[in-house]
C-alpha cells in the first residue's frame, strides 16, 4: 500500500510539471503567432511597466496619450495628467513589482486592447509586504508615427467579478 501511495504522489507530481510545462509552451506560442503589430502593442506595454519598474516617471507619462484615462482604484477613473502623474510617483513609494502570467492582445486597424493578468509585489513604509494581483484591460491608439500608446488603463479589470 505504501508503494502505491508513494507512486501516486509520483504521478501527481510528474502530471503537475508536465501541465505546467504545457501552460508555459502555449503561452509562448501565443506570443510567438503574435502579428508584428500585436508584437508592436505588447512591447508598448511593457515599456511602460519597465519605465514604472524604474520609477522613470517621464517614460511613464510617455506611454499615456494626453487625456488617458487611468484607474487607480475601482469606479474613480482619472484623465488629469498632474493628479495621474502624483498617483503614479505615490506608487513608486512601495518599489512595485509586476508580472504577468500571459497577455492577449487584439488590433483592429489603429486601436488595441490588452489584457493580462497580473500579479504585484511591493512594500510598506512599515516594512509589510503587500501583494495583489488582478486583470490588466488597457486599449491603446496607434500613433501617427507607428507608436502605440495607452488610452484606458484599467488594472482592475476583475473588479466586477468579484
Known amino acids: ?25 502555449q ?14 502593442v505588447l512591447k508598448a ?11 522613470d516617471i517621464a517614460e511613464v507619462m510617455a506611454s499615456y496619450e494626453p487625456n488617458a484615462q487611468v484607474i487607480f482604484e475601482p469606479k474613480t477613473p482619472i484623465t488629469d495628467s498632474t493628479v495621474l502623474k502624483e498617483m503614479f510617483q505615490q506608487a513608486f513609494a512601495i518599489n512595485p513589482r509586476f508580472s504577468y502570467s500571459g ?3 487584439f488590433v483592429n486597424d489603429r486601436i488595441a ?4 493578468p497580473w500579479t504585484m509585489t511591493g512594500m510598506a513604509p512599515d516594512g509589510t509586504e503587500i501583494k495583489q494581483s488582478g486583470l490588466s484591460v488597457a ?8 507608436e502605440w500608446l495607452i488610452i484606458f488603463d484599467n488594472p482592475h479589470g476583475n473588479f466586477l467579478m468579484n
Request: proline content about 2%; hydrophobic content about 40%; overall charge positive.
Open 1 to 25: 500500500m505504501i508503494l502505491k501511495r508513494q507512486s501516486y504522489v509520483l504521478l501527481i507530481i510528474i502530471l503537475s510539471i508536465i501541465t505546467s510545462s504545457t501552460a508555459q509552451t
Open 45 to 55: 506595454i511593457q515599456k511602460m511597466t519597465n519605465a514604472f519598474h524604474n520609477k
Open 139 to 146: 486599449m491603446l491608439r496607434k500613433q501617427d508615427n507607428g
Open 113 to 116: 486592447t490588452h489584457f493580462a
Open 103 to 105: 497577455h492577449e492582445v
Open 27 to 40: 503561452k509562448v506560442m501565443k506570443n510567438e503567432q503574435m502579428t508584428p503589430e500585436q508584437q508592436n
